[in-house]
């Protein structure tokens, strides 16, 4: 029955509808607070099973006329009283904040990172956090403190991954009562497309992925000494050499060149859109754990070689929102 009054108010037009709290995911420091007019209870399946054998109790305890039948029915009746007043304020004044989410594969989960704040001076348990498009979790937060909780997204196809309304309920302490309130969370990840199994390497390998080394002054590691010339820094000159007699002599260093490949979407195959993205990423994780440079190249879209961990967001980036608009 709870649940089907619980729907039937969300079903209701927008302005008796009972709206959850407004929170910008851009505004981190600011979080959304429950506050006691955003809170619902209704009694659970248990709650309505066990306020149907109180009014069993009343009525034959005033059939019979039984002081301790009373007695009974009476206590119990006052612990159900404040269960419900302690299930309502275990959930009023938590703050809940967004502080980061992690993009993820299709296929996979994204992983949107919360924290409960407690300011009161009691602790709050056993609180439930539900996310629309899946996801849930369960938070214990002490007096004065706060709780980083993780909800996992399923993330069926690429794209953006929105986190959109959560729900946090509270069935403490004896499970009679839920109380719960909403949270509108404008928070989205990125979904990359999923990397294809194998894939044989793109034709338009520039250099047939060798690393190449030439000689520059001022560079990574040391490949000899050669006579002074004219303009050569003072910082590359050997003065131990010289104060050897050994003659002025500057010191030579050797770049290496990591090999440079373009990621072609003319390379791949198949009508598959999503089959030949999935191509393109395999080959993007390939460049990237051999550390080699590497661009991409879809319709539209170039992204212009380079290599490191950027280069890997920009180009996972690229592919997962590959077709939507700006």
Known sequence: MAIALQRWLQALPPPLRPRGLRYQAATVGHGATLHRRRIFVLPTRQGWVFLGVLCLMLLGAMNYSNSMA?????????ITLVSLFYTYRNLVGVTLNLTGAE?????????????LDNPSLRPRLDIELRAAAGGQALSTIAAQDHDPVTLAVPAPRRGRLSLGRITLSTRYPLGLFRAWAYVDAEAETLVYPRPAETAARPPSDAGGGERRQTLELGSDDFHGLRAYQPGD???HIDWKALARAQ???TKQFQRHQAPERWLDWDDTYGADTEARLAQLCRWLLDADNEQQRYGLRLPGVTLAPAQGPQQREHGLAQLALYGEAP
């Open 70 to 78: 009373f007695v009974l029915t009476f206590w119990l009746g006052s």
């Open 103 to 115: 993009p993820c594969f299709a296929g996979g989960h994204g992983a949107f990172h919360l924290q």
């Open 233 to 235: 820094s003072p910082r």
């Open 247 to 249: 003659g002025l002599v």
